[in-house]
């Protein structure tokens, strides 16, 4: 594979990055995956643990005409985060962005109804709680569905992923601690790091919760 690409695909990601943590003893460790492609990845990682698997949602807040570049982002129930950088950076303001908000708060909602079927949410009160994805670029999703598992007063709250940015721990205040398997220095994009990055579809979250 060629040298930028470290990952064959997101399943071989979470073995690298189930290795790291494994080093780690964990209390009542709970994996969470961000949806989507953070659940193959957390899937390994729950099963290396012996941990039990859930899944956490976060919507990307894109720029106008430029819905990749991610300024912002929200969760089902609570308010948007924004990279107040990127806004100056783009003279962009949040009320200009409350449509795409809206829209993916919605989407949001209606993924994390349909991943759990009725089921309530995991306790993370006084254990162990790793967020997963299959890598870290702005973090912004990232501090979004965080700020809201950091409400569930987890007694740790750690956010992993088999390849980051530099400096991925000063992306993310809200967790205790960050683990990647690699930081690139030369990193543009997630999606260059695995050979397979296929987009996860919603029918191999479920089927990864059903297991």
Not at 17 to 36: F, H, I, K, M, S
Not at 39 to 58: K, T, Y
Not at 184 to 196: L, S
Request: aromatic share 6%; hydrophobic share 45%; charged share 25%.
């Amino acid at each position: 594979m060629p040298a930028s690409q470290v990952f064959t695909n997101r399943e071989d990601g979470g073995r690298r990055l189930a290795r790291e943590l494994a080093r780690r003893t964990w209390a009542d460790p709970l994996v969470l995956g961000l949806a989507r492609g953070g659940m193959p990845v957390a899937a390994v990682v729950a099963r290396v643990l012996g941990a039990e698997l859930d899944v956490a949602v976060a919507r990307k807040i894109g720029a106008p005409g430029h819905r990749e570049y991610g300024v912002g982002a929200v969760t089902p129930y609570g308010p948007a985060i924004y990279a107040e950088a990127s806004l100056h950076a783009l003279k962009l303001t949040t009320g200009r962005l409350a449509r795409a908000e809206n829209r993916e708060r919605a989407e949001a909602r209606r993924r994390l109804e349909r991943y759990r079927a009725g089921r309530g949410p995991v306790v993370c009160a006084g254990r162990d709680v790793i967020l997963v994805d299959d890598g870290l670029a702005t973090g912004v999703t990232a501090r979004a569905a965080l700020r809201d598992l950091r409400a569930g007063r987890p007694s740790t709250l750690v956010f992993a992923a088999p390849v980051c940015a530099p400096g991925a721990a000063a992306l993310l205040p809200e967790a205790d601690d960050v683990v990647c398997v690699v930081e690139p220095p030369e990193f543009r994009a997630v999606g260059q790091w695995y050979a397979d990055f296929r987009q996860t579809r919603d029918e191999e979250v479920l089927a990864l919760l059903a297991r």
